[in-house]
């Protein structure tokens, strides 16, 4: 796991902006650093050091002719066994990195080489023989890559800082901020940014950089395809082939690994699972981490010992203060790159890996379930309606299924039956209107005018066409409106503490596996997750199988709001800086924390998205760049 960078083209006085720019990463790589440098072309790598920790695992790193050039952030899974197989085939390895083997998948598959790499990456290939850089992302985008292109010269990095470091001028990109703040997601499948002229390289796809012809288009070579899926697996057997795909997830994880490797526990499902799996692969007892919120509804602490203690793992836990929670917005805004709007679970998320950051280097994390298995109210609202749909045209028997799917048989903490029918039945557009007259936020508090006329809705089209009501909610937050936020938070935070949090159910197997089957097979009777809850049934704890009180990653912060922070978040967001920046709009803002204080609604996901969104344009906008690159002259 590392911070890279790149610099293809005519670029002045390259080795003191690549420095600048490993400078402003070096928290994803503090074990070592290095820099190569050609005629038009110089790479950087900040080092953290997790296979092969000896100089060999050195980036960045070249074949022996030295006609390729790597530098690799991330882990390739299955490294070994595709060193062996290139063994086989005539190759001859110097190091037990998964680098190398990197490389040599390379020489021998040329870009084919991505589609056989079970792991998560960002990578910057270049090949002297061709004169071109080849740019590559994981087929989930667990890890991070941008780039910026300037006529014939190309900058690219980790992180959207590094590449400001290089001395790029950062411009908002108006139009998608307005998106993001509006709908509190940031949806990378597009490759756009907040930063204007800043991209971010899509999932599943790679990217060519050629001295001589400049920059092509991101050309995808991984797609998430139900049919193709479908064709190709064996159903008869689904819960035990999903224990079976998510068991070697983790026992991958745990293994590709030079040092010890622990895993976030927050008592919920995915994560009890991930644990109750990781265990046994573990080197002694199993260092697992927690935070808790004593004497809240967030609190899911009993949960969390249960687990620790039937594993008997080396339980962590910390109690966060809500007195520091503007500094820590702000820290971990700065790590960001861009405003964490999805949620204010970026806050425990961040707690989290402070406790990981001085025990282990490795963590596991549960990111991913809830996507693939239906973990939420809108997988619920896809269910019954599929079920309304099968008892419509005459399909009587799934009348008893339907009636279970109101309240009763939900995983969530409570369920009020004609809202489930209402979000079921009506329109997207028709809820979002009424959500914003019940909440008096409107188009997510943007100043009338200019910024909101950014706003032509995103459309309802599905990201992966389907007639699978149940797949297609699932898909859309696979690929678009949930995780690929939820991953920008994962990578930035943890390495913000300089850790490797790896994600087992987004093992690219299972993700195909349970594309191809009917979403109805993976809820049932209003049961979330209900098939992942089969598969690891006698593995984890009953009493985390039957929850009925889902929290996600839960923080208390419409209390805190009212009153540890209330009169600290009232002068942030009306100071005389937010006002003139006229982009939200004031009276709102007002508005809103005067019904939230006073108990009238629970306002708190928006205020926190106004909150990440102020703490951004200071630490991006109002001041200047640590470690940029100043142009001489």
């Known amino acids: 796991m590392c911070g890279i960078a790149g610099l293809i083209g005519p670029w002045s006085d390259p080795e003191a902006r690549m420095s600048a720019m490993l400078e402003v990463q070096k928290h994803r790589g503090p074990d070592d650093h290095g820099i190569w440098l050609d005629e038009g072309v110089c790479l950087g790598h900040r080092r953290l050091s997790i296979i092969d920790l000896s100089p060999a695992g050195h980036q960045p790193m070249s074949n022996k002719d030295g006609t390729v050039w790597i530098v690799f952030n991330g882990e390739i899974y299955n490294y070994a066994e595709i060193g062996r197989e290139l063994v086989r085939r005539g190759h001859t390895m110097r190091s037990t990195s998964d680098t190398e083997v990197i490389i040599h998948a390379y020489e021998q598959w040329g870009e084919r080489c991505f589609e056989r790499f079970n792991g998560m990456w960002g990578i910057v290939l270049w090949d002297a023989r061709r004169e071109v850089a080849i740019c590559s992302r994981d087929r989930l985008g667990v890890k991070p890559l941008y780039y910026h292109v300037d006529g014939g010269r190309m900058a690219v990095a980790s992180e959207i800082k590094g590449i400001l470091a290089a001395g790029v001028k950062p411009v908002l990109n108006e139009p998608y901020a307005a998106h993001v703040i509006a709908d509190g997601l940031l949806d990378d499948r597009g490759g756009e940014t907040l930063f204007a002229g800043i991209r971010q390289l899509p999932p599943g796809h790679i990217l060519r950089f050629s001295t001589q012809d400049g920059p092509g288009e991101p050309v995808a070579y991984w797609r998430l395809d139900p049919e193709a899926a479908a064709a190709t697996y064996d159903y008869t057997y689904p819960i035990t082939t999903v224990r079976a795909l998510l068991a070697d997830a983790v026992h991958l994880r745990m293994l590709a690994s030079d040092v010890p490797v622990g895993s976030c526990l927050s008592g919920g499902l995915d994560s009890s699972s991930i644990v109750a799996l990781a265990a046994p692969d573990a080197r002694g007892r199993l260092k697992t981490f927690t935070v808790e919120y004593p004497g809240t509804s967030s609190d899911e602490s009993r949960y969390s010992r249960l687990v620790a203690e039937q594993f008997r793992c080396d339980s962590v836990r910390g109690v966060p203060d809500p007195r520091d929670y503007l500094d820590v917005l702000e820290r971990l805004t700065w790590f960001m790159d861009e405003p964490p709007v999805s949620s204010p679970g970026s806050y425990s998320q961040w707690k989290v890996f402070e406790l990981v950051a001085p025990q282990v280097k490795v963590v596991l994390d549960g990111q991913g379930g809830d996507e693939l298995f239906g973990g939420y109210h809108g997988h619920v609202d896809a269910n019954v309606r599929w079920l309304i749909h099968r008892v419509l045209t005459g399909h009587l028997g799934y009348a008893a299924p339907l009636a279970a799917s109101f ?227």
């Open 407 to 633: 309240g009763a048989a939900t995983h969530f903490r409570s369920e009020n039956p004609a809202m489930t029918l209402a979000r079921a039945i009506a329109p997207r557009r028709m809820l979002q209107t009424l959500s914003e007259r019940r909440s008096g936020v409107v188009a997510g508090g943007l100043v009338p005018g200019v910024w909101e006329s950014h706003l032509d809705r995103r459309p309802d089209a599905h990201v992966v066409p389907t007639r699978d009501s149940v797949n297609a909610a699932l898909f859309d937050d696979l690929l678009r409106d949930k995780l690929p936020g939820y991953l920008h938070y994962e990578d930035r935070l943890s390495m913000g503490f300089s850790v490797e949090s790896r994600t087992p159910f987004l093992d690219y197997r299972l993700v195909e596996y349970l594309a191809g089957m009917p979403g109805n097979e993976k809820m049932r009777q209003g049961a979330t997750k209900w098939l992942l809850r089969e598969a690891m049934h006698g593995i984890t704890p009953r009493e985390i199988l039957d929850r009925k009180d889902k929290m996600g990653f839960a923080t208390p912060t419409s209390g805190w709001f009212r009153d540890q922070v209330r009169d600290d978040v009232r002068e942030y967001l009306l100071d005389d800086r937010t006002r003139q920046r006229g982009v939200l709009d004031m009276a709102q803002i007002e508005a809103t924390l005067a019904r939230h204080n006073a108990g009238e609604t629970d306002a708190s996901n928006q205020i926190f998205r106004w909150l990440a969104l102020e703490c951004w344009f200071r630490r991006f906008f109002d001041s200047a760049i640590p470690g940029a690159f100043t142009i001489r002259g």
